[in-house]
């Protein structure tokens, strides 16, 4: 039950900071930053990053913004960390 309530008010938290981020007017880097916090509020993720490709021949992809802003220190999520363009960019060729 706890848990439940605790998911619920991480819901309400998410959806109240979606909801200012259609207002707001700062910088992109705070707007990110603020967008990030709330997606790893929603998914409960560890590690959230969000990548872009730039250009098309050939595509490169690259990070737009990571949560956190330094290597985490389990190895796994370091792995993954340290590897998001090449994840990225293979995911993006799986597709054609």
Same mark, same amino acid.
């Given at each position: 039950?706890?848990? @439940?309530? @605790? =998911? #619920? =008010?991480? &819901? #309400?938290?998410?959806?109240?900071? +979606?909801?200012? +981020?259609?207002? &707001? ?5 705070? &707007? !990110? #930053?603020?967008?990030?916090?709330? +997606?790893? $509020? $929603? ?12 250009? %098309? =021949?050939?595509?490169? !992809?690259?990070?737009?913004?990571? $949560? ?8 796994? $999520? /370091? %792995? &993954?960390?340290? /590897?998001?363009?090449? +994840? ?9």
């Amino acid at each position: 039950m706890a848990r @439940e309530t @605790e =998911d #619920r =008010d991480a &819901f #309400r938290t998410a959806i109240a900071g +979606l909801e200012e +981020l259609r207002r &707001f007017a700062g910088s992109a880097a705070d &707007f !990110w #930053r603020k967008y990030l916090e709330i +997606l790893r $509020l $929603l998914t409960g993720a560890a590690v959230v990053v969000i990548a872009r490709r730039k250009g %098309e =021949d050939p595509p490169i !992809w690259g990070r737009v913004a990571v $949560l956190p802003t330094t290597a985490p220190t389990d190895t796994a $999520l /370091r %792995e &993954f960390w340290m /590897r998001v363009e090449s +994840l990225t960019a293979s995911a993006a060729a799986e597709q054609g």
